[in-house]
């Protein structure tokens, strides 16, 4: 018999499907299951305390009822916050998501790169180190927009956004000292490369945008090398851990991106 285990993306909120379609296309066979906190979103602005205290007891929850073969954390504040408690109570792969820095630094012409991401996020140490190890050659900018998280999850559910929204939180970069010589933005939230054509459009000069989504695709195909998949995967389901009325708009965004079926925690 075929194994219809699970692969399970978790977000706060709707930004893990930037990192669903890199997974689909290295793993289609995999049957998905696509987890939208929406009772704790946002995390951005939660204190590390209060995300260190739910993620890992929501997916140890999670991972009891839907059995997956592996869990990819599609969520950066989560990521870099409470990786390692998830993988300490957990006893399965657990593949964590990171700013992209390090191949920021490698496309980077004028060695001045911005990380735009939720406070939370930008915040971290974990940054630091990044920048420290990979970019140690470049002046590293960071902001943090809360903003940017909720327009993203208006956008998908198909309102509309106006542009200057979008052009205030680049100028959180482009407005710090330094910032005229940025070349390479990270999208270090994975809410933001739903919205990456929105920034491009109101970016003052071309810039580059970098996130992490098919590296996280090729540790997640790695990880699961050689397993069994079923040969017709059920339909992907979407899973919110709060009850709302799901707008038409997302509703058809999460169908076209194969999660037809909507279930609550």
Not at 24 to 40: E, F, K, S
Not at 105 to 118: D, E, N, P
Not at 127 to 142: K, Q, Y
Not at 168 to 176: F, I, V
Request: overall charge negative.
């Amino acid at each position: 018999m075929s194994d219809i285990r699970p692969v399970m993306l978790f977000d706060s909120g709707v930004g893990g499907l930037s990192v669903l379609g890199a997974v689909q296309r290295a793993l289609p066979q995999a049957p998905i299951v696509y987890v939208a906190d929406n009772g704790g979103f946002p995390y951005g602005t939660k204190t590390e305390a209060e995300i260190a205290a739910r993620v890992p007891a929501l997916l140890g929850r999670l991972a009891e009822r839907y059995d997956p073969r592996i869990i990819v954390i599609a969520c950066n504040t989560a990521s870099t916050i409470a990786l390692a408690q998830v993988r300490a109570v957990l006893d399965l792969p657990i593949v964590g998501t990171v700013p992209a820095i390090k191949p920021a630094a490698l496309v980077s012409q004028t060695r001045v790169i911005g990380v735009l991401g939720t406070d939370a996020t930008v915040r971290q140490p974990y940054v630091d180190d990044l920048s420290a190890r990979f970019a140690g050659d470049c002046t590293v900018l960071r902001h943090g927009s809360a903003a940017l998280v909720q327009l993203a999850e208006a956008h998908l559910r198909g309102e509309d956004t106006p542009d200057h929204a979008y052009a205030a939180a680049l100028a959180g970069l482009t407005d710090q000292p330094g910032g005229e010589a940025m070349d390479t933005v990270v999208l270090a939230c994975t809410h933001f490369p739903l919205v990456q054509d929105r920034l491009a459009a109101v970016a003052p000069r071309p810039l580059a945008f970098v996130d992490g989504a098919e590296g996280i695709a090729r540790r997640t195909a790695y990880l699961t090398q050689g397993q069994d998949w079923p040969d017709a995967p059920a339909p992907g389901t979407a899973l919110f851990t709060a009850r709302f009325d799901v707008p038409d708009g997302l509703r058809a965004a999460l169908a076209g991106r194969g999660l037809p079926e909507i279930s609550y925690l």
